[in-house]
């Protein structure tokens, strides 16, 4: 510590003191939302039996872990949403790589990516259900339907904006388009694939829902539609509260 | 002295879809083996062209380029090639920005990394070599570029403005630098420049180009006496300003 300069000491104070501003901050508008929610259903401003409240939802998880039923919903949601999320991902480099390899490809496949990416997949889901069969494999095909498309067409387009300058220089030093892609393409677009899984992994859980709301006998998606039907709304709202705390978890926040 | 390279009446097209832009038109000229040979022109004129094909990025569409007397496809003579900016990649430390051609062309050793890192001290950079590239300066930069191309070992170097991207003082102070680095290796080295005092204060000819499309307006002898063997001890010799100026009125004249 004695190394370091006085003005270098609070630079890094203040460095200290906004992560710190930063993360109360996030942890108080959280309890502010929560406090006032509460207060509102007490104070009867908003209609508990309708809108809830963060007590009851809590009472109402305590409940189901008791039984351990939550944990089997949230562990078959996170698993669909994982695999799902894992096969946009590769799927969609491989493609985009493939797209920006070949111009003519890339020219011909255009306008059916944009329409795919376009379809209303929800409505789809339905159709898949009668293919596939009721089962794991259609929610996961349901999900990565969801997100795939508009990732390939995110990371063809970031691709294809790789400075010819750069290629220029690979091939001048003999480098084939395989060096391009392996020492251009790939490291200079990891913030944009980075970027592309933050959208992808909440596309893939929206899809995950999707297919669990029409055919799945576990998971977040059919247990929102059970309560739907028999419960009050604590269910739902424990539900995506969850949903989006895994979510949340799976990928490390933009600045650690 | 013997001609390292020697290009033949080479033409160039860019063709797009709005029409055709021709950026050389029959150029030819030889470069002597050990000779520091600048181009001159002005802006847009196909000089970064020209680069490209000696280096082989583009094909010619007619004329030859000889390298040792060979068809340039079919020699071995590595050829290097400085870029207008040194493009080193943030993603990658000094070191393994300055190993980039070597591990392309599989040559990436122990003993190629000892070399690289001797380089890297004697060009001022030992401290550095695991920092990135956003941590240099503009001059730092520019050297580290020389290194990842020197690192290939070319008979032949290639420069395309290398000190365009930096600060007056600066660019004085690399450009005797990095010079004298390709002096003192004995390189052939083909230098572009739109600045006329850099062109005769590092070399031993100057090739002076028409506006496009490109075309041979001249070839100019420089030499200095012995005591002037620095591009900055050459700005200070009594015949610089002759040269300058015939140079002047060569980039002028329109025929
Ligand atoms: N890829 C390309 N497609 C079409 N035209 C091009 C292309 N690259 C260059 N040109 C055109 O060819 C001409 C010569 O370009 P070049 O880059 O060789 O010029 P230059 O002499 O290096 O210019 P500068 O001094 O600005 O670097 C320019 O007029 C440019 O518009
Ligand atoms: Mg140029």
């Known amino acids: 510590m004695d190394g370091l300069s006085m003005s270098q000491q609070e630079f890094l104070a203040k460095e200290k003191l906004h992560k710190k501003q930063v993360s109360i901050c996030r942890v108080m508008i959280l309890v502010l939302l929560l406090a006032l929610w509460e207060l509102c259903a007490r104070l009867h401003i908003i209609d508990s039996f309708i809108f809830s409240s963060p007590v009851r939802i809590w009472n109402c998880f305590l409940e189901m872990a008791g039984d351990g039923s939550i944990f089997l919903h949230i562990g078959v949601t996170l698993f669909e949403t994982l695999v799902s999320f894992f096969l946009v991902i590769a799927a969609g480099v491989l493609a985009a790589i493939a797209l920006w390899g070949s111009r003519s490809l890339s020219e011909i496949l255009e306008p059916y990516l944009v329409m795919l990416n376009s379809l209303p997949k929800s409505a789809l889901a339905p159709l898949l259900i009668v293919w596939m069969g009721n089962n794991m494999r259609t929610i996961i095909v349901a999900a990565v339907s969801v997100a795939v498309f508009g990732s390939i067409l995110t990371l063809h387009t970031g691709f294809m904006q790789t400075d010819p300058d750069k290629i220029r220089l690979i091939q001048s030093l003999g480098g084939t388009k395989r060096d391009v892609l392996t020492k251009v393409l790939i490291p200079s677009s990891v913030p944009l694939i980075i970027s592309n899984m933050k959208v992808n992994v909440g596309l893939c859980l929206v899809g995950v829902i999707i297919g669990e709301f029409l055919s799945a006998k576990a998971g977040l998606g059919y247990l929102i539609i059970y309560a739907s039907q028999v419960f009050p709304c604590e269910y739902i709202l424990t539900e995506t509260h969850r949903a989006f705390k895994g979510s949340g978890s799976i990928l490390p926040p933009k600045h650690p | ?255």
């Open chain 2, 1 to 255: 002295m013997k001609t390292k390279l020697e290009v033949r009446n080479l033409c160039y097209s860019y063709h797009t879809l709005e029409g055709e832009t021709q950026a050389l038109l029959n150029i030819s000229f030889d470069v002597r083996d050990g000779e520091f040979f600048a181009v001159v022109g002005p802006s847009g004129c196909g000089k970064s062209t020209l680069l490209s094909l000696l280096c082989g990025i583009i094909g010619p569409e007619e004329g030859s380029i000889l390298v040792d007397g060979i068809p340039r496809q079919e020699s071995h003579a590595a050829i290097g090639y400085m870029l207008q900016r040194d493009h080193l990649f943030e993603w990658r430390s000094i070191l393994s920005n300055v190993a980039l051609g070597l591990e392309i062309q599989n040559r990436y050793d122990e003993e190629a990394k000892k070399e690289l890192l001797k380089m890297l001290d004697t060009y001022g950079l030992s401290r550095f070599q695991n920092a990135r590239p956003g941590q240099l300066s503009g001059g730092m930069r520019q050297r580290a570029a020389l290194i990842r191309t020197l690192a290939l070992k070319p008979d032949i170097l290639l420069l395309d403005e290398p000190f365009s991207a930096l600060d007056y003082q600066t660019r004085l102070e690399v450009c005797d630098d990095i010079s004298t680095i390709i002096r003192t290796q004995n390189k052939t080295a083909v230098l572009i420049t739109h600045d006329l005092s850099e062109a005769i204060s590092v070399a031993d000819r100057v090739l002076v180009l028409s506006s496009r499309p490109a075309r041979v307006k001249s070839i100019m002898e420089v030499s200095f006496g012995p005591e002037f063997d620095r591009p900055l001890a050459r700005r200070n010799a009594p015949e610089f300003s002759a040269y300058f100026n015939e140079l002047w009125k060569e980039l002028k004249t329109d025929e």
